[in-house]
C-alpha cells in the first residue's frame, strides 16, 4: 500500500487519482502518520451478477403470489 505525505498528494492529486482509479491502494499521511485511505467509487452498474449464485433458497411458489394471501399478509 502506497502512503503518500499531504505536501505530495496535493502536488500530484490528479495522479494519485488516476493510480485509485486503476486499483492501487493509496493512503494519505500528514507527518508521516496516515490518517485517509483513498479508493475509487464503484462506478454505477459494476455489481457483480451471480455473485450470491448457492447463498441461499427462494420459497416454492414465490412466483405465484395470490393477492388474497399479500393482502391477508397485510392485514387487510
Sequence with gaps: ?????MHEAKANLSKLVAAAEKGEALVIARDGKPLVNVEPIAPKGS???????????VPDGLDRIETENVAAAFGR
Design 1 to 5: 500500500m502506497k502512503i503518500v505525505n
Design 47 to 57: 455489481r457483480r451478477p451471480g455473485f450470491l449464485i448457492g447463498k441461499g433458497t
